[in-house]
């Protein structure tokens, strides 16, 4: 799904304007609970995947759920990413968006970042903070770079109070940008900074693009060699798609 259609050029364009909320499945009850209730499945349980568009109220359906953007919008396979992002613009003009700062996009914590940084083969910008006070300090200088062209959806944001799980992390208060391991369970530093100043947030950002290099996955052979190797992942909620592993 995300490769076929959520990565698609005008799909990507097309959800610009709209509040685009990626919940965790079987990684928090509450959303967990959300998504079951707004999308019904033949097996009548929780599935691993949902796709939804809501009116700004959060509850009100712009088009039935489904598993997937696919299942929402059909049509012939080659033209679901357009038929999407055209139908994402139709919605969007329903409502005008109002100016406002943005916040950025955080991932819940740094155990769940990583792991969906290691999903989506990005580095994992992570503000190491141990008060508010602290952490806003970091957020204000770093989310106008987050949202600007040249940052945006190029790392995942995470917040943590110290920096756990990241081999060769020193600030005890700024920002770690981190390469994730093959399976999201921890991390290796890849640049860092303990400044609160965007220019020093930027070169931090920068240093880390330029030294992270994704690896491909197969995911048989992710598996295959995560199952050898006695990997597992613990989920909050127990998974309960008939077609998915009790834990992944």
Known sequence: MDRRVLSDAAVVAASRDLVCARLAT??????????ASIC?????????????????????????????PEHVFPGPPDQTGRTVAEALKGF??????????R??????????GLNVAACDLLPLAVVVA??????????????PLA???????????????????????????????????AYGLKGKVLAETASASEADLQKALDAALKAFVPKAKDSRTHIR???RAGVRWETVIPVTDPGGPPRR
């Open 225 to 227: 060699e995560g199952e």
């Open 103 to 112: 916040e950025l996009p955080y991932l819940a914590d740094l155990r769940r």
């Open 40 to 68: 019904r499945t033949r097996s009548g349980q929780l599935e691993n995947t949902v796709f939804a568009v809501l009116a700004p109220d959060g509850t009100t359906a712009l088009a039935p759920a489904g598993r997937g």
């Open 26 to 35: 079987y990684e928090d009850a509450e959303e967990g609970r959300f998504l």
């Open 130 to 143: 141990r008060t508010p006070e602290a952490r806003k300090r970091i957020e204000t200088a770093l989310a």
């Open 92 to 101: 969007a003009g329903r409502y005008p968006a109002k100016p406002g700062p």
């Open 147 to 181: 949202w600007s062209a040249d940052y945006v959806g190029r790392l995942e944001y995470a917040p943590a109070e110290k920096p756990r799980a990241i081999d060769g992390a020193t600030v005890r208060e700024g920002l770690v940008v981190v390469e994730p391991d």
